[in-house]
C-alpha cells in the first residue's frame, strides 16, 4: 500500500519569505500522480499544484512550485513571496495512475504560519 | 454552480444512533468519493462512485457504513449505530472524467459528525 509522511507538523515564515514544506512518499508504482492541496482554517480543501510521475519537469503555478525526486520519493512545495493568505493546513497526496483506483493518499499535513 | 455542496454542516448525535449526510457534487462531474478526516490527520478515503456505481470501497468503511449514488447525481452517507469513533470530518469530493488532464478532485465542505 501507498504511503505518504509530512515531517514537519508545524512551520512558519514571515511574510514575502520564501518556505518550503517537505513530503516524501512510499511505492513500489512507477506511474501515479503527486498533488498539494491547501485547507484553510474551516474552509474547504482546494488544489494548490499538481505533478505528474512521468514528466521530468518541477510543476509551477504562480508563487508555488515543487521539486520532485522521482528516485528519492520526494516532492516537496515551495512558496515564494509568502502572503497572510497562505496560511492554512498543507497535505500532500498520491494517486495511482493505474486504472480502476481513484482513491487520493494523504500525509497527516503540514499547518503553516505566516507571521506579518 | 458554485461547487460541492454537502448538508448538514454539522451534526450531534448520542452513541447509537443513525446518521444521514448527503453531498450535491458539481453538476456535470460523474465521480464522487467519501474521505474521512480526524483531527490531526489528513482525508481518508471511504468510498468512490463513477454515475451510480460503487467502484471501490475502503476497509474503513464497516458494515455499518453505506453509501448510495442513485441515478448517479447526490450521494447519501449513512451510518448506523453510531459510536464515538465515528465523530470526524465527512468530506466528500467530486472530478469529471471528461478532463485533458489528471482528473482534479474538487472537495465539498465537510460534515462534522460529533457522537455523544
Known amino acids: 500500500a501507498q504511503t505518504v509522511t509530512q515531517s514537519q507538523p508545524e512551520m512558519s515564515v514571515q511574510e514575502a519569505e520564501t518556505v518550503t514544506l517537505s513530503c516524501t512518499y512510499d511505492t513500489s508504482e512507477s506511474d501515479y500522480y503527486l498533488f498539494w492541496y491547501k485547507q484553510p482554517p474551516s474552509r474547504q480543501m482546494i488544489l494548490v499544484i499538481r505533478q505528474e510521475a512521468y514528466k521530468q519537469q518541477n510543476a509551477t503555478e504562480n508563487r508555488f512550485s515543487v521539486n520532485f525526486q522521482k528516485a528519492a520519493k520526494s516532492f516537496s512545495l515551495k512558496i515564494s513571496d509568502s502572503q497572510l493568505g497562505d496560511a492554512a493546513m498543507y497535505f500532500c497526496?498520491?494517486?495511482?495512475?493505474?486504472?480502476?483506483?481513484?482513491?487520493?493518499?494523504f500525509g497527516k499535513g503540514t499547518k503553516l504560519t505566516v507571521n506579518p | 454552480d458554485t461547487g460541492v455542496s454537502q448538508d448538514p454542516r454539522h451534526k450531534i448525535t448520542k452513541r447509537g444512533q443513525n446518521v444521514t449526510f448527503r453531498c450535491d457534487p458539481i453538476?456535470?462531474?460523474?465521480?464522487l468519493y467519501w474521505y474521512r478526516q480526524t483531527l490531526g490527520q489528513g482525508p481518508e478515503f471511504l468510498t468512490y462512485f463513477q454515475n451510480e456505481a460503487q467502484l471501490e470501497k475502503s476497509r474503513l468503511l464497516s458494515d455499518r457504513f453505506s453509501a448510495e449514488r442513485p441515478k448517479g447525481s447526490f450521494s447519501t452517507l449513512e451510518i448506523q449505530r453510531t459510536e464515538q469513533g465515528d465523530s470526524a470530518m465527512y468530506l466528500c469530493?467530486?472530478?469529471?472524467?471528461?478532463?485533458?488532464?489528471?482528473?482534479?478532485?474538487?472537495f465539498g465542505p465537510g460534515t462534522r459528525l460529533t457522537v455523544l
Open positions: 469530493a467530486s472530478s469529471s472524467e471528461d478532463r485533458a488532464f489528471v482528473n482534479e478532485q474538487f
Open positions: 497526496a498520491y494517486r495511482s495512475a493505474l486504472g480502476g483506483s481513484e482513491k487520493l493518499v
Open positions: 453538476s456535470e462531474h460523474n465521480r
